[in-house]
């Protein structure tokens, strides 16, 4: 009996000289017919769209892809282009109307139904990336189809629908992660001594970074802790080692029963709780927050409350680390279109936001400062190969968790698309300092 249940993973919300992801697929035809339509409506069956608009879409695409730094072949012709990772587009009707219909959000349907390919994927996603305005005008960027208004409708029901996301994404997440994740289960940038790394230098360099964190916010014997997102407790576990009083929390059921072995392992259960509650709930008052690539889960328009939130649990002389993905400021525009499709298959993405707008919410609704923010947005692009490294070596556990192609080649592009935006530019992380003046109330 075929299951109806739609396979969703945790966000985390990526190297031109990294490893190649070489995905075999069958002729278009025969891929569009093994593509599920209950669990991929939008990939199963081509959107409508005019052939005016279809026409228009292909005339454009070719024009501008002839003038980039790629090879790209239609339909097994001889490739067009200046030069570079060779893109084959297999269905030409279906890549043209795709994109027509829906823009970017159209060409990651497109890749999802086996309708074109690339070796070097991450590659040719870069330079697609670098040259986004040109290969998607104003008219195509708009096109991103009925699914953003309902999810704008979502994110504003509050806390409650906010939760729903989350628990929905991170549904048998853990046996994903532990497919492509390193042993610390951390799914956010690592901070690396240097370039390429290798996969076994993954553990160190997320501690790194979890030490980095921990050391921005003070923490150390006696600290009282909050932790804001949980992920799978590797944070937690290392601030309980260094004596602090740890109080963590996440909306995922599955996340605070793995995070609470895992810490009677380590032998913290006295040190660090793992709660099950929405951040907006939390009492008490901390020494020190942290939290790790969780505003770019929080809808834009519940973010002046997430600050306040902060400023509300923090006592006075406290710091505040929080480590986030960003988007330069004059971006924010076309990055709405350019995360379209990450929204639309990621249930918890939002836009991150920009550094600038992070201190614009600090000064406007708190009495936080931002005392420090740095950025190492090469460090999350190497992450993210690592990850598609392993993703991609185990394709076979992958389908055995039941997760289909389809599945496989969402996975693939998201982690492909995300590390192209950080080559690219387009996207960065950073870890900030916030504190409070000892003086207030």
Same mark, same amino acid.
């Given at each position: 009996?075929?299951?109806?249940?739609?396979?969703?993973?945790?966000?985390?919300?990526?190297?031109?000289?990294?490893?190649?992801?070489?995905?075999?697929?069958?002729?278009?035809?025969?891929?569009?017919?093994?593509?599920?339509?209950?669990?991929?409506?939008?990939?199963?069956?081509?959107?409508?769209?005019?052939?005016?608009?279809?026409?228009?879409?292909?005339?454009?695409?070719?024009?501008?892809?002839?003038?980039?730094?790629?090879?790209?072949?239609?339909?097994?012709?001889?490739?067009?282009?200046?030069?570079?990772?060779?893109?084959?587009?297999?269905?030409?009707?279906?890549?043209?109307?795709?994109?027509?219909?829906?823009?970017?959000?159209?060409?990651?349907?497109?890749?999802?139904?086996?309708?074109?390919?690339?070796?070097?994927?991450?590659?040719?996603?870069?330079?697609?990336?670098?040259?986004?305005?040109?290969?998607?005008?104003?008219?195509?960027?708009?096109?991103?189809?009925?699914?953003?208004?309902?999810?704008?409708?979502?994110?504003?029901?509050?806390?409650?629908?906010?939760?729903?996301?989350?628990?929905?994404?991170?549904?048998?997440?853990?046996?994903?992660?532990?497919?492509?994740?390193?042993?610390?289960?951390?799914?956010?940038?690592?901070?690396?001594?240097?370039?390429?790394?290798?996969?076994?230098?993954?553990?160190?360099?997320?501690?790194?970074?979890?030490?980095?964190?921990?050391?921005?916010?003070?923490?150390?014997?006696?600290?009282?802790?909050?932790?804001?997102?949980?992920?799978?407790?590797?944070?937690?576990?290392?601030?309980?080692?260094?004596?602090?009083?740890?109080?963590?929390? /996440? &909306?995922?059921?599955?996340? %605070?029963?793995?995070? @609470? +072995?895992?810490?009677?392992? =380590?032998? #913290?259960?006295?040190?660090? $709780?793992?709660?099950?509650?929405?951040?907006?709930?939390?009492?008490?008052?901390?020494?020190?927050?942290?939290?790790?690539?969780?505003?770019?889960?929080?809808?834009?328009?519940?973010?002046?409350?997430?600050?306040?939130?902060?400023?509300?649990?923090?006592?006075?002389?406290?710091?505040?680390?929080?480590?986030?993905?960003?988007?330069?400021?004059?971006?924010?525009?076309?990055?709405?279109?350019?995360?379209?499709?990450?929204?639309?298959?990621?249930?918890?993405?939002?836009?991150?936001?920009?550094?600038?707008?992070?201190?614009?919410?600090?000064?406007?609704?708190?009495?936080?400062?931002?005392?420090?923010?740095?950025?190492?947005?090469?460090?999350?692009?190497? /992450? &993210?190969?690592?990850?598609? %490294?392993?993703?991609? @070596? +185990?394709?076979?556990?992958? =389908?055995? #968790?039941?997760?289909?192609? $389809?599945?496989?080649?969402?996975?693939?592009?998201?982690?492909?698309?995300?590390?192209?935006?950080?080559?690219?530019?387009?996207?960065?992380?950073?870890?900030?300092?916030?504190?409070?003046?000892?003086?207030?109330?």
């Amino acid at each position: 009996m075929r299951s109806r249940r739609r396979a969703e993973c945790p966000a985390s919300t990526a190297d031109p000289g990294g490893c190649e992801v070489s995905v075999s697929v069958s002729p278009a035809s025969s891929r569009a017919a093994s593509v599920d339509p209950w669990n991929w409506p939008d990939v199963a069956r081509l959107p409508h769209a005019s052939r005016l608009r279809t026409v228009a879409a292909e005339r454009l695409v070719r024009h501008t892809l002839g003038r980039l730094p790629l090879r790209v072949r239609f339909g097994g012709g001889e490739p067009i282009g200046l030069g570079g990772p060779l893109m084959e587009v297999h269905d030409l009707q279906a890549f043209f109307r795709r994109i027509g219909a829906a823009g970017p959000t159209g060409l990651g349907e497109s890749y999802m139904a086996g309708e074109w390919e690339a070796r070097d994927l991450v590659r040719v996603l870069t330079v697609l990336a670098e040259h986004e305005a040109t290969l998607f005008p104003a008219p195509l960027r708009r096109r991103r189809g009925t699914w953003t208004l309902r999810r704008q409708a979502g994110h504003r029901r509050g806390p409650e629908r906010s939760g729903d996301n989350v628990r929905r994404h991170c549904a048998r997440s853990s046996e994903l992660s532990a497919l492509f994740l390193d042993e610390t289960l951390s799914y956010s940038s690592a901070l690396f001594r240097g370039f390429p790394a290798e996969r076994n230098l993954l553990p160190a360099a997320q501690h790194r970074k979890i030490d980095r964190l921990l050391d921005l916010a003070q923490v150390g014997s006696g600290t009282q802790l909050l932790e804001i997102g949980t992920g799978w407790g590797e944070l937690a576990i290392r601030a309980g080692q260094r004596g602090a009083r740890v109080l963590t929390v /996440t &909306l995922s059921r599955e996340q %605070q029963a793995l995070a @609470q +072995r895992r810490v009677r392992e =380590a032998g #913290l259960e006295g040190r660090v $709780t793992v709660l099950l509650r929405e951040y907006g709930k939390v009492l008490g008052r901390y020494d020190a927050i942290v939290s790790v690539e969780t505003i770019e889960t929080v809808a834009e328009e519940r973010r002046p409350e997430y600050f306040m939130m902060l400023d509300r649990l923090l006592v006075p002389g406290g710091r505040i680390a929080l480590q986030t993905i960003t988007v330069p400021h004059e971006r924010l525009p076309e990055a709405r279109t350019a995360f379209a499709w990450i929204q639309k298959y990621i249930p918890s993405a939002a836009l991150p936001p920009s550094a600038e707008a992070i201190e614009q919410l600090v000064h406007g609704c708190t009495g936080l400062r931002v005392a420090a923010c740095d950025g190492f947005g090469p460090h999350y692009a190497e /992450t &993210l190969r690592l990850w598609r %490294q392993r993703f991609t @070596q +185990r394709a076979a556990e992958v =389908a055995a #968790l039941g997760l289909d192609e $389809t599945f496989h080649r969402m996975w693939t592009f998201y982690l492909a698309r995300t590390e192209a935006g950080f080559r690219a530019g387009h996207l960065d992380v950073g870890q900030l300092l916030l504190t409070k003046d000892e003086m207030a109330a």
